[in-house]
């Protein structure tokens, strides 16, 4: 993290307990009556390092991505920018599936000016926009991009809404025959993912050389 992101010792043994309870019980359990008991201190404690949970969140969020994600640069001339992409959402992805409801915390949470999560968006328009494309498409890129990647890894991760239990769940009515066909279609998480990923990186492309209208 950046030095402005530092946090005290005691900061990080708590966003540290939060990310543990995250992983034993979940966003909607996370609460800091919870954070508490696993501290072994009275909820004031807590407020007295962070003003609410959403501050805690918003470090749990930072911890998440920069411990997957690490420090990464622009795109450098001689790679293209949708490897870069690929590569870069690739990584996003996995730091929000490496929690229970990492998808959750990560949407949910306030990007730092200088965190991980504004650095990427940052990287991620200058390695577009180097390439010729204009910020108009390389805002649309990157907002669809963004919002297909959390509503996979949140569908992903919640568990009673996950594509493969469908047909347990659907009406046997006899009238879901596509349905019921496109999940026979299978394919693992990650290559529904990579293929959705490409299909919007080649819009993205094709944007980029239309001509002006």
């Not at 402005?4 to 307990?17: D, M, P, T």
């Not at 010729?132 to 805002?139: E, F, L, Q, Y």
């Amino acid at each position: 993290m950046e030095d402005h992101l530092k946090l005290s010792e005691r900061q990080q043994e708590i966003v540290e307990a939060a990310l543990e309870l995250l992983a034993e019980k979940g966003y909607d359990e996370l609460s800091i009556r919870d954070l508490g008991k696993k501290l072994d201190v009275k909820a004031p404690a807590i407020y007295w390092h962070f003003k609410n949970k959403a501050m805690i969140v918003d470090y749990m969020a930072e911890h998440i991505l920069q411990k997957k994600m690490g420090n990464f640069v622009p795109r450098e001339r001689e790679q293209s920018w949708q490897d870069w992409l690929i590569e870069h959402i690739t990584l996003f992805r996995k730091a929000m599936l490496s929690y229970p409801d990492g998808g959750r915390v990560i949407a949910g949470a306030h990007p730092f000016p200088n965190g991980t999560l504004a650095k990427f968006l940052e990287d991620s328009f200058v390695s577009l926009r180097s390439t010729g494309m204009d910020i108009r498409t390389a805002r649309i890129v990157m907002l669809t991009v963004i919002r297909y990647t959390f509503g996979c890894v949140i569908e992903e991760q919640a568990d009673e809404h996950n594509w493969e239990t469908l047909p347990e769940r659907a009406i046997n009515s006899g009238e879901l025959t596509n349905i019921m066909e496109a999940i026979q279609v299978g394919g693992t998480d990650d290559e529904n993912f990579m293929t959705g990923l490409k299909l919007i990186i080649a819009g993205g492309n094709e944007a980029m050389h239309a001509p002006a209208p």
